[in-house]
C-alpha cells in the first residue's frame, strides 16, 4: 500500500514557467513533508520540507503547500531553469513516535526545456 | 563540507555470495538510515540507527543485517544474495530530531548488481 503518491511519473515545462509538482498521501499520522530531488548517479537531495502545522513554506524559487484536509501537497518552481530537470520525491515522515523515517513517492520525473 | 561517503559505489556479486556496503556518515551525525531502490521505484527503507542502536526497522530481509560503529560508520551485510536484491542502497545521515525539518543528507549510493 502506497502512502505516499505521485501519480504523474514524468512533467514538461518551458524554462521561466511554473513547475508544480503533485503528491498526495494517506497516513493522516505523518507531520513533517519534505521534497527531495535527485539526478543520476547521486543520492537524493533535501529541497524544502513542510511541517504539518503550516500550509505553505518557501525557499527562493520553491513552494512547498500542504493542504491537510486534502492529504495533498504540491511543490512550485517558478521560474523553472534548465538545471531544475531532475526526479523529485515526495516524502514523509510521522515523527511522534520517535522514528523520523521518510516514507518516498516513486517520484516525478521534471524535464525543463530550454 | 564533507558529504556521506558510502563505499564501495558500484558492486557485482553472484548469487548466493555475500556484501558489505559501508557508510561514513556526515560528522556529528547520530543518525543513520539505509534505505533500498530497485529499478523505477521508491527508496524503500530497510533499518536506522540512532548512537550505536538499532532505532527503527522497516522492509529489510532477515538475509541482511547491519550495525553502526563506536566510530558511527555503518555497514549493511547482505547474505544469500538473490537476483531481485539487485538495487541501489542508499545511506542517510541527520542529527536526531531535527530530520523533520531539515530532512536527511543522503550518499551518493552503492548499486549493487546481483548476477
Known amino acids: 500500500d502506497q502512502q505516499v503518491k505521485q501519480n504523474s511519473p514524468s512533467l514538461s515545462v518551458q524554462e521561466g514557467r511554473i513547475s508544480i509538482l503533485n503528491c498526495d498521501y494517506t497516513n493522516s499520522m505523518f507531520d513533517y513533508f519534505l521534497w527531495y530531488k535527485k539526478y543520476p548517479a547521486e543520492g537524493p537531495t533535501f529541497l524544502i520540507s513542510?511541517?504539518?502545522?503550516?500550509d505553505k513554506n518557501e525557499d527562493g524559487r520553491f513552494t512547498v503547500f500542504l493542504n491537510k484536509s486534502a492529504k495533498h501537497l504540491s511543490l512550485h518552481i517558478v521560474p523553472s531553469q534548465p538545471g531544475d530537470s531532475a526526479v523529485y520525491f515526495c516524502a514523509a515522515s510521522a515523527t511522534q513516535g520517535g522514528s523520523e523515517k521518510l516514507v518516498f513517492g516513486k517520484g516525478t520525473k521534471l524535464t525543463v526545456n530550454p | 563540507a564533507a558529504g556521506v561517503i558510502q563505499s564501495p559505489r558500484h558492486l557485482i556479486k553472484e548469487k548466493r555470495e555475500t556484501a558489505t556496503l559501508k557508510c561514513y556518515p556526515i560528522?556529528?551525525?547520530?543518525?543513520v538510515y539505509w534505505y533500498q531502490q530497485g529499478p523505477g521505484q521508491d527508496p524503500q527503507f530497510l533499518i536506522s540507527f540512532y548512537e550505536k542502536m538499532q532505532s527503527d526497522k522497516g522492509s529489510i530481509p532477515d538475509r541482511f543485517s547491519a550495525q553502526q560503529f563506536s566510530d558511527y560508520h555503518s555497514e549493511l551485510n547482505m547474505s544469500s544474495l538473490e537476483l531481485g536484491d539487485s538495487a541501489l542502497y542508499f545511506c542517510?545521515?541527520?542529527?536526531?530530531?531535527?530530520?523533520?525539518?531539515?530532512?536527511?543528507?543522503f550518499g551518493s549510493g552503492t548499486r549493487l548488481t546481483v548476477v
Open positions: 560528522p556529528r551525525h547520530d543518525t
Open positions: 513542510i511541517s504539518s502545522i503550516k
Open positions: 542517510a545521515s541527520s542529527l536526531a530530531g531535527i530530520a523533520g525539518n531539515y530532512g536527511y543528507t
